[in-house]
């Protein structure tokens, strides 16, 4: 009898000890770390002014965005800063209402002036970001109202402006406290950054690691489901899919190969729908003859055999395009337009019209995280540029220090190539047009005045059916005069670990929605 009443205050000390801790039966399962290893990722710099796209999947559990958005990029106040906006009937003054209550990882409550602060430091001339140039053309000032309020005047009318902000778009969006930027100066903040999502920075082994902590309850995602989140740097497929299988990583990028290999072994593959294109393009069109000529660039398009590399390089797992971006048009009402044939024989004939045969350019090889085959894919589309009569020369480098080199006006002579992302909305790819189409933009592929015109008039509507029609016109364009070379519309495959939680990958560029398995369920 005595045995059982102390079995009895056992258990119930053991039930009072379990509720102090919060316990669930789905925390009880959940390790106490997430391990995500990358193919590749941003320059490391841990400042979102300075960090590349391929770095906003450890940035998005840092730091917060000005605009939110729904995991398929809609627009929405639930999931950023700003909870509510409005623009004048004429396009050029947006005003802005932010949360109240959001704290930074030090404890100061987030202002209007942070939102300003970090949207002009993202449009600053020496920012890193892929849109800097676009959020220039459209902002002519930013204005604080009152501790929760602010309004930006545009210089043209925009119905896109909160989207050249949001985290639709990528980069470029995310808020940090300006007095303690300020305080500590730009190399401090990069090594102890500072921001308001639901983890905050731990530690950092460049090349290497990046370890965040759970920064307690977040005011969209609540209790973080992880203690801790790793990310690490692995640029070999069969080392991380070695890791998957060992328990050693819990979730990466994989090869649509390993994708099927893995599944078959009973690990989850997560896809994210029509995540981006890849594609080609001439660099710097101005400045190499060849490469303004139509002629060329159609010939580049001709000479490969598309449907070759989707059968083997991509096992399938991929659709023939017209242009970028590929099915995501139909955001702008329109339908993706039949694919160039292959046709060796016609691109053969354009280069010797053209007086092109033996012509020789460079064409920059690098790994890309979602897509593991794109090296390989590099191999393949400059054999067949061989086949027809072409010098393609390959050198093996990395994306951050190519795209160093596109936006500093140094790539004249070269085609390179991307898994370049897209969106399902019709403003995004208006402002991917704008950023590699527009001759004001750093490391704009082409200078035409027409696309200028195209661009600017599509961009200054504010008559959303008009700038839908314009968009479209855009596309038909880029697709008749052959600025991209596109090999086809692929899915990004991630395997994970059997015990990490289904998510949402979502549709958003250069991001896959890691907010969304770090919640409790």
Not at 21 to 37: H, R
Request: net charge positive; hydrophobic share 35%.
């Amino acid at each position: 009898m005595k045995n059982k009443r102390l079995i009895l205050r056992m258990g119930s000390f053991l039930l009072l000890w379990i509720f102090s801790m919060d316990y669930s039966p789905a925390a009880a399962q959940t390790k106490q770390e997430l391990k995500i290893v990358m193919s590749a990722w941003g320059n490391e710099t841990l400042n979102p002014f300075s960090e590349m796209g391929k770095g906003m999947d450890y940035m998005k559990l840092l730091y917060d965005p000005v605009f939110g958005s729904t995991p398929e990029g809609r627009l929405s106040p639930e999931y950023g800063i700003a909870e509510k906006w409005e623009m004048s009937p004429d396009g050029l003054l947006w005003t802005i209402h932010i949360r109240k209550g959001v704290k930074f990882h030090d404890g100061v409550e987030m202002t209007a002036r942070d939102v300003k602060f970090s949207m002009d430091e993202s449009m600053k001339p020496e920012s890193k970001l892929q849109y800097a140039g676009a959020r220039r053309l459209v902002v002519k000032a930013i204005e604080v109202k009152n501790p929760y309020m602010l309004q930006v005047q545009c210089k043209k009318p925009s119905l896109f402006m909160p989207g050249l902000f949001s985290d639709v778009s990528g980069s470029g969006y995310l808020v940090i406290p300006k007095d303690y930027y300020e305080r500590v100066g730009k190399d401090k903040f990069t090594k102890n950054p500072v921001g308001s999502g639901p983890y905050k920075f731990r530690s950092h082994v460049h090349g290497s690691e990046i370890k965040l902590e759970a920064a307690g309850r977040h005011w969209r995602d609540g209790m973080p489901r992880y203690p801790w989140v790793t990310f690490r740097l692995i640029p070999e497929e069969t080392t991380r899919v070695a890791m998957i299988r060992t328990g050693e990583a819990d979730l990466t990028h994989v090869s649509r190969r390993s994708a099927t290999e893995l599944q078959k072994e009973g690990f989850p593959v997560i896809s994210k729908k029509d995540a981006a294109v890849v594609e080609f393009h001439c660099n710097m069109q101005w400045a190499t003859p060849a490469f303004s000529d139509l002629r060329f660039r159609k010939a580049l398009n001709l000479a490969i055999d598309k449907t070759a590399i989707i059968k083997h390089l991509f096992m399938g797992f991929a659709q023939p395009i017209g242009t970028y971006p590929g099915p995501n048009i139909e955001g702008c009402g329109g339908r993706d337009l039949e694919p160039y044939a292959y046709d060796p024989e016609e691109a053969r004939r354009l280069i010797k019209e053209g007086g092109y045969p033996g012509f020789e350019f460079a064409v920059p090889s690098y790994p890309r995280e979602g897509c593991s085959e794109f090296q390989e894919v590099v191999e393949a589309v400059c054999g067949y540029w061989e086949k027809v009569g072409l010098k393609p020369k390959i050198f093996n480098t990395d994306y951050s220090s190519w795209r160093d080199k596109m936006m500093s006006g140094n790539s004249s002579g070269t085609v390179s190539g991307s898994n370049w992302t897209a969106t399902p909305t019709c403003g995004e790819n208006l402002t991917a047009y704008s950023v590699k189409f527009q001759s004001t933009m750093k490391g704009a592929y082409a200078k035409s005045p027409q696309l200028d015109q195209m661009i600017d008039k599509a961009s200054s509507s504010v008559d959303e059916a008009e700038m839908e029609k314009l968009v479209r016109d855009l596309y038909r364009y880029i697709y008749d005069q052959h600025l991209w070379v596109p090999i086809c519309s692929i899915n990004e495959e991630m395997a994970t670990a059997r015990h990490v939680p289904k998510w949402n990958p979502g549709r958003r560029r250069d991001d896959r929605n890691f907010n969304d398995i770090i919640r409790q369920r």
